[in-house]
């Protein structure tokens, strides 16, 4: 287990040293650097001025170290270690002792992707729950990863030759071929089929990404285009190749009338995307911004 890097000093308190944190996560070449949780705590700080970040760290402690306890249980019980029980390990830790679950009634409450409210209110979207599985596995040094199947996160964790797709929205069911086929028709629609892609592994820069565009997808339509640009911005920050953030920019500021920050943000992104397509339907939206600067 990597204790020295998971159990690193707090780099960060307030909401301004959150934000310098993620900035710091920009300048990593590693992935693997990216410390999951902190990172996931930070992206709720900015949002949560005020709020003592050090109580969220110590949950997280304690069950790392319940999981401990209860993988060292059921092998003094002679229990076989293999990939299942791994799972149930973390199922009962996760889904038993500490009661956290899928918000399936208020599925889109901007709560759910923001990892601090997550913690205070057991609840969450597949990938704010995913990175909880991503994070207490790692920690005990198990093989896990989060996959880039669409509109649904799922995780993997493997041992030697064995692999296990779990869906932590759902209590880490194990999710077959027939079930991922159901789900992604119930997602992107009854014609849909599997591709190999979608069993790629993502990192933990593109975990982040993910879980920082849930909250901003629910900020936009909450018409909150304020908070919906700090998140623009705090994705820039710790993933500065995600160019289209500066399109996200250019629209929201423009809603709120920030004609100049508008033309700001379009003029990067049209500098950055690789596009032609992209560089022209942003180019329009920036002359008819520009006119009303005249």
Request: hydrophobic fraction near 40%; proline fraction near 2%; charge should be negative.
């Given at each position: 287990?990597?204790?020295?890097?998971?159990?690193?000093?707090?780099q960060?308190q307030?909401?301004?040293?959150?934000?310098?944190y993620?900035?710091?996560?920009?300048f990593?070449?590693?992935?693997?650097?990216?410390?999951?949780?902190?990172?996931?705590?930070?992206?709720?700080?900015i949002?949560l001025?005020?709020?003592?970040?050090?109580?969220?760290?110590?949950?997280?402690?304690?069950?790392?170290?319940?999981?401990?306890?209860?993988?060292?249980?059921r092998?003094?019980l002679?229990?076989?270690?293999?990939?299942h029980?791994?799972?149930?390990?973390?199922?009962?830790?996760?889904?038993?002792?500490?009661d956290?679950q899928?918000?399936?009634?208020?599925?889109?409450?901007i709560?759910?992707?923001?990892?601090?409210?997550?913690i205070e209110?057991?609840?969450?979207l597949p990938?704010?729950?995913g990175?909880?599985?991503i994070?207490?596995?790692?920690?005990?040094g198990?093989?896990?990863?989060?996959?880039?199947?669409?509109?649904h996160?799922?995780?993997?964790?493997?041992?030697?030759?064995?692999?296990l797709?779990l869906?932590?929205?759902?209590?880490g069911?194990?999710?077959n071929?027939?079930?991922?086929?159901?789900?992604?028709?119930?997602?992107?629609?009854?014609?849909?089929?599997?591709?190999?892609?979608?069993?790629?592994?993502?990192?933990?820069?593109?975990?982040?990404?993910?879980?920082?565009?849930?909250?901003?997808?629910?900020?936009?339509?909450?018409?909150?285009?304020?908070?919906?640009?700090?998140?623009?911005?705090?994705?820039?920050a710790?993933?500065?190749?995600?160019?289209?953030?500066?399109?996200?920019?250019?629209v929201l500021?423009?809603?709120?009338?920030q004609?100049?920050?508008?033309v700001?943000?379009?003029e990067?992104?049209i500098?950055?995307?690789?596009?032609?397509?992209?560089?022209?339907?942003?180019?329009?939206?920036?002359?008819?911004i520009?006119s009303?600067?005249?």
């Amino acid at each position: 287990m990597d204790e020295a890097r998971q159990d690193s000093p707090a780099q960060f308190q307030s909401s301004e040293e959150a934000l310098q944190y993620l900035r710091n996560i920009g300048f990593l070449t590693n992935d693997a650097d990216i410390d999951l949780a902190e990172a996931a705590l930070a992206l709720g700080l900015i949002f949560l001025p005020g709020v003592h970040i050090d109580r969220y760290r110590q949950h997280l402690r304690k069950m790392s170290e319940h999981v401990q306890e209860e993988y060292r249980a059921r092998l003094r019980l002679e229990e076989e270690d293999n990939l299942h029980l791994r799972v149930q390990v973390l199922r009962k830790i996760i889904h038993e002792a500490h009661d956290y679950q899928g918000d399936d009634k208020n599925y889109d409450d901007i709560q759910n992707a923001n990892f601090i409210r997550v913690i205070e209110r057991r609840k969450g979207l597949p990938v704010s729950l995913g990175i909880l599985y991503i994070i207490l596995a790692r920690k005990m040094g198990w093989a896990c990863d989060g996959l880039s199947f669409p509109g649904h996160f799922l995780i993997r964790m493997e041992l030697d030759s064995e692999r296990l797709i779990l869906d932590p929205f759902r209590h880490g069911c194990e999710m077959n071929a027939a079930s991922l086929r159901q789900l992604l028709k119930s997602i992107v629609g009854q014609k849909a089929e599997l591709s190999h892609n979608y069993y790629d592994t993502v990192s933990n820069r593109e975990i982040l990404v993910r879980l920082e565009n849930n909250l901003k997808k629910r900020l936009i339509e909450g018409e909150d285009y304020s908070l919906a640009i700090l998140a623009a911005e705090a994705i820039g920050a710790f993933s500065p190749d995600e160019y289209r953030i500066y399109l996200d920019k250019g629209v929201l500021h423009a809603k709120l009338g920030q004609n100049q920050q508008a033309v700001t943000a379009l003029e990067a992104y049209i500098a950055k995307t690789p596009h032609a397509k992209e560089k022209q339907h942003a180019n329009l939206l920036l002359q008819q911004i520009k006119s009303s600067l005249d």
